[in-house]
């Protein structure tokens, strides 16, 4: 039975998954109606993401007019948007440096796109996962130069790559680099080097630091087209619509799981409204190979669009991502749509096979704050994948390491928790000697090891973010934002809650308990999916599934010990469209008995 207090909603101390239950921001229990509280529920939820109340209205409807900053106050940007327009202006050969993932290919295609509407052919260039890695190479940089490319603009990527830019500098092509990820003290040679994260950063720009890779190519196409509209470039023609390209910028953010909050918020919100239109063939083509039948949403980014266009630079062709954003062929957009989502499926199959060889070795580091899985032959496509995956099932920080015996090196990505900055740790790493190649940000990171240093690696990660781990852990718990009972659970409700998004890290949906109530009807459904109808004291029913659970503490409770008893459930309110008309469901994170 859980102890009831007042710092505790709905008197959860503990919950099925071991969690307390606490209030986002206020107490917000609403019974059985959510009736004339739909302003009063979205000002909270704004507040409880820590609006200021004055600032409340801006963040009601997010717009670029209302929060993106003069990209004049990040370092390097003039300098960039100025030898790129001088570029465009006389013609010189430019080629885009992209990376195989969707941050990357969306920042690629936004500046592709942008220069076509300029009145210039810019070409671009996408490094294989497999046969190059991540990031610029010295020698692709020495031959696109030799090439006659007179200026390379590296997107995603660039900001560590020290060799590799030092021999494109020795070849006198210039570089841009535009980035996002962590930097060093020390910056690599570049014409310039726009990065929200550099550590010379003013208060601005450093605050803009949660930004993708593709929202700091947006700011970067604002200037140029500042500074070409400074050399009357456009005294004989039409300005690009830069609103036009959002729909790149909301995919990308999402994507790549950037934290969704300020100028973040606004480039999704307004990008979506963008993708509606489909305007971009190729992304109305990726669109309808997702098989969504209205305009995407928020989460459809992450979980359908992403996921298609990763899947060409995780166990396919490279370039296909760009390709498809850039194509103006419906045919040739549909045709790379179709490869994308059948190279989707076969992604999945691999990652399976990985995931479970990974998780097979879980047992072994039970008493190891970071999880550090290995092995020789895994697929280094999907091997992010897995680590979230495996982080989000143990609550630790991990990574999973593809090694290659002919090289005697692997491959690895991390994906960390909230409070554990594994990117800082990486970096760190990397400098102690210990890496080949590292970098990343808090929540996610990549490296380069040798083979024979992993397990040095793995005791050294454990030493260095042990105590933040366990301080990450004890700090353990799960946040509402709503309680009501079941007749409170409404198409309506989800409306309004949706009004206050869009959602994703930083910017969390909202959360909502419903109960007491207990269940009608509890099974299993694909794979490890629970699926369960609950009833309250009100007489009012609602279904909830709860996905990939069932062989966790709380799937496992409620599928064989929640019998006759009252609980308490929480997640995340949906809109089950499947019916003869719409009925709100529950998507459930957690569950606690209320008796």
Same mark, same amino acid.
């Given at each position: 039975?859980?102890?009831?207090?007042?710092?505790?909603?709905?008197?959860?101390?503990?919950s099925?998954?071991?969690?307390?239950?606490?209030?986002?921001?206020?107490?917000?229990?609403?019974?059985?109606?959510?009736?004339?509280?739909?302003?009063?529920?979205?000002?909270?939820?704004?507040l409880?993401?820590?609006?200021?109340?004055?600032?409340?209205?801006?963040?009601?409807?997010?717009?670029?007019?209302g929060?993106?900053?003069?990209?004049?106050?990040?370092?390097?940007?003039?300098a960039?948007?100025?030898?790129?327009?001088?570029?465009?202006?006389?013609?010189?050969?430019?080629?885009?440096?992209?990376?195989?993932?969707?941050?990357?290919?969306?920042s690629?295609?936004?500046?592709?796109?942008?220069?076509?509407?300029?009145?210039?052919?810019?070409?671009?260039?996408?490094?294989?996962?497999?046969?190059?890695?991540?990031?610029?190479?010295?020698?692709?940089?020495?031959?696109?130069?030799?090439?006659?490319?007179?200026?390379?603009?590296?997107?995603?990527?660039?900001?560590?790559?020290?060799?590799?830019?030092?021999?494109?500098?020795?070849?006198?092509?210039?570089v841009?680099?535009?980035?996002?990820h962590?930097?060093?003290?020390?910056?690599?040679?570049?014409?310039?080097?726009?990065?929200?994260?550099?550590?010379?950063?003013?208060?601005?720009?450093a605050?803009?630091?949660?930004?993708?890779?593709?929202?700091?190519?947006?700011?970067?196409?604002?200037?140029?087209?500042?500074?070409?509209?400074?050399?009357?470039?456009?005294?004989?023609?039409?300005?690009?619509?830069?609103?036009?390209?959002?729909?790149?910028?909301?995919?990308?953010?999402?994507?790549?799981?950037?934290?969704?909050?300020?100028?973040?918020?606004?480039?999704?919100?307004?990008?979506?409204?963008?993708?509606?239109?489909?305007?971009?063939i190729?992304?109305?083509?990726?669109?309808?190979?997702?098989?969504?039948?209205?305009?995407?949403?928020?989460?459809?980014?992450?979980?359908?669009l992403?996921?298609?266009? +990763?899947?060409?630079?995780?166990?396919?062709?490279?370039?296909?991502?760009?390709?498809?954003?850039?194509?103006?062929?419906?045919?040739?957009a549909a045709?790379?749509?179709?490869?994308?989502?059948?190279? +989707?499926?076969e992604?999945?199959?691999?990652?399976a096979?990985?995931?479970?060889?990974?998780?097979?070795?879980?047992?072994?580091?039970?008493?190891?704050?970071?999880?550090l899985?290995?092995?020789?032959?895994?697929?280094?496509?999907?091997?992010?994948?897995?680590?979230?995956?495996?982080?989000?099932?143990?609550?630790?920080?991990?990574?999973?390491?593809?090694?290659?015996?002919?090289?005697?090196?692997?491959k690895?990505?991390?994906?960390?928790?909230?409070?554990?900055?594994?990117?800082?740790?990486?970096i760190a790493?990397?400098?102690?000697?210990?890496?080949?190649?590292?970098?990343?940000h808090?929540?996610?990171?990549?490296?380069?090891?040798e083979?024979?240093?992993?397990?040095?690696?793995a005791?050294?990660?454990?030493?260095?973010?042990?105590?933040a781990?366990a301080?990450?852990?004890?700090?353990?718990?799960?946040?509402?934002?709503?309680?009501?009972?079941?007749?409170?659970?409404?198409?309506?409700?989800?409306?309004?809650?949706?009004?206050?998004?869009?959602f994703?890290?930083?910017?969390?949906?909202?959360?909502?308990?419903?109960?007491?109530?207990?269940?009608?009807?509890v099974?299993?459904?694909?794979?490890?999916?629970?699926?369960l109808?609950?009833?309250?004291?009100?007489?009012?029913?609602?279904?909830?599934?709860?996905?990939?659970?069932?062989?966790?503490?709380?799937?496992?409770?409620?599928?064989?010990?929640?019998a006759?008893?009252?609980?308490?459930?929480?997640g995340?309110?949906?809109?089950?469209?499947?019916?003869?008309?719409?009925?709100?469901e529950?998507?459930l994170?957690?569950?606690?008995?209320?008796?």
């Open positions: 039975m859980a102890s009831r207090s007042l710092s505790y909603v709905c008197g959860v101390a503990q099925l998954s071991g969690r307390a239950w606490h209030w986002r921001g206020g107490n917000m229990a609403i019974g059985g109606s959510a009736g004339g509280l739909e302003e009063d529920i979205v000002t909270q939820l704004l409880s993401r820590g609006v200021e109340r004055e600032d409340v209205e801006r963040h009601r409807n997010p717009t670029l007019r929060f993106l900053p003069d990209p004049s106050a990040f370092q390097d940007m003039d960039a948007a100025e030898r790129i327009a001088q570029a465009v202006t006389s013609g010189e050969a430019i080629t885009v440096y992209g990376d195989y993932d969707v941050d990357g290919a969306t690629a295609a936004l500046l592709i796109r942008l220069f076509r509407m300029l009145g210039h052919d810019a070409r671009y260039y996408i490094p294989d996962r497999l046969l190059e890695g991540y990031g610029p190479s010295g020698e692709a940089l020495v031959r696109l130069a030799e090439e006659g490319s007179s200026l390379i603009v590296t997107v995603d990527c660039g900001a560590m790559a020290f060799d590799a830019l030092e021999q494109a500098h020795a070849t006198g092509v210039d841009i680099v535009v980035d996002h962590k930097c060093a003290a020390e910056l690599p040679v570049a014409a310039a080097l726009v990065n929200p994260n550099r550590l010379d950063e003013g208060e601005l720009a605050a803009h630091g949660h930004l993708a890779a593709v929202g700091v190519a947006f700011l970067l196409a604002v200037a140029i087209v500042r500074a070409l509209r400074r050399r009357d470039y456009f005294a004989d023609r039409r300005e690009p619509d830069l609103l036009a390209l959002l729909d790149l910028v909301a995919l990308g953010t999402v994507a790549d799981v950037a934290a969704i909050h300020g100028l973040n918020r606004a480039f999704v919100a307004q990008g979506l409204k963008v993708m509606a239109k489909r305007e971009n190729g992304m109305a083509a990726l669109i309808d190979a997702s098989r969504l039948k209205r305009a995407p949403a928020c989460s459809d980014l992450g979980f359908a992403g996921p298609r266009i +990763n899947a060409g630079g995780r166990v396919g062709e490279s370039t296909l991502g760009v390709r498809l954003l850039t194509s103006e062929d419906p045919d040739e045709a790379i749509a179709a490869q994308l989502s059948a190279l +989707n499926e992604r999945r199959t691999i990652e096979a990985v995931q479970e060889a990974a998780e097979a070795q879980i047992a072994s580091q039970h008493n190891r704050s970071v999880l899985l290995s092995g020789s032959g895994w697929h280094p496509g999907v091997i992010g994948i897995v680590a979230g995956r495996i982080k989000e099932k143990t609550g630790k920080p991990t990574l999973v390491i593809a090694l290659d015996e002919e090289s005697g090196q692997g690895g990505s991390g994906r960390s928790i909230a409070g554990v900055d594994l990117g800082a740790a990486i790493a990397r400098e102690a000697g210990l890496l080949v190649a590292g970098g990343g808090a929540m996610a990171a990549g490296l380069t090891v083979a024979g240093r992993v397990e040095e690696l005791e050294w990660l454990d030493e260095r973010l042990g105590s781990v301080r990450a852990s004890a700090e353990r718990s799960i946040q509402l934002d709503l309680a009501l009972a079941p007749g409170g659970l409404t198409p309506e409700l989800v409306d309004t809650l949706d009004s206050a998004g869009p994703g890290v930083g910017w969390p949906g909202p959360r909502v308990a419903v109960g007491p109530v207990h269940l009608v009807k099974d299993t459904v694909g794979t490890d999916h629970v699926r109808i609950a009833r309250g004291d009100d007489g009012r029913s609602f279904k909830a599934i709860a996905f990939r659970a069932a062989e966790t503490e709380m799937g496992q409770a409620l599928l064989h010990a929640a006759g008893r009252k609980l308490w459930l929480a995340r309110a949906k809109i089950d469209d499947w019916a003869a008309r719409p009925q709100a529950l998507h994170e957690d569950a606690a008995f209320a008796d």
